[in-house]
């Protein structure tokens, strides 16, 4: 996915704003998406070793589940889970150098617009809590003991919802997680790794 799909989505929903709003989504609400989202690392991972040792952080996809709770009308409180994610380590000179799994929870505050219509945006920001684990090294790395450690972080949600039945949709959205784990091997700190990834991907939502 290009690196301006983010903004692009933005401004789609912005030019949907301009339909009729009505309430959709009412104070006491749940909806519950689930789905599936590709994790896709920031190009420029950051580098270890005094920057000698430039870091690459493959993608990953996994089913996810996001439950929502509409505090007010149209406005809802979400919790995003998933599958552990799983991810390659590359390092430029080394190749593929270990594996890492993680879970990033993230819990965000969202408005959603044109309830009603058979186009809904929404709009979200919250925080992101990424924790790693089951770490391997292989190849240049092979026997060392790899760990990242876990990160908090800033995340926004951007997303469109297209009516499908009474009381279901179907959600296409993206969102960016601030991430950012500090790295050592063998217990030596060698840098900080650069995560910083876009998540997008589709989910079925039903209401209740």
């Known amino acids: 996915m290009p690196r301006n799909t983010l903004p692009l989505l933005v401004l789609a929903i912005s030019g949907a704003l301009a339909a009729p709003s009505a309430l959709a989504q009412s104070a006491g609400d749940w909806t519950v998406a689930l789905g599936a989202h590709q994790v896709r690392a920031h190009s420029d991972n950051g580098a270890l070793a005094a920057g000698t040792l430039p870091l690459d952080i493959g993608s990953s996809t996994r089913p996810t589940i996001a439950v929502e709770y509409f505090v007010r009308d149209n406005l809802g409180l979400e919790v995003l889970a998933a599958l552990p994610f799983q991810h390659d380590i590359h390092v430029d000179g080394l190749g593929h ?8 929870p993230t819990v965000s505050l969202q408005y959603h617009f044109n309830g009603q219509g058979k186009v809904s945006p929404l709009l979200g920001a919250g925080v992101n ?27 926004l949600h951007a997303g469109i919802d297209f009516k499908v039945g009474e009381k279901g949709s179907i959600r296409v959205d993206v969102r960016w997680m601030d991430i950012d784990s500090d790295v050592k091997l063998d217990g030596a700190h060698l840098g900080t790794a650069n995560i910083d990834p876009l ?4 989910a079925y939502v039903m209401r209740f």
């Open 97 to 104: 150098v270990g594996s890492t799994k993680h879970l990033p």
């Open 129 to 155: 809590y990424t924790t790693f684990f089951s770490e391997d090294t292989r190849g240049a790395l092979a026997g060392s003991k790899l760990e990242l450690d876990d990160s908090w972080g800033l995340a």
């Open 199 to 202: 998540v997008y991907g589709a």
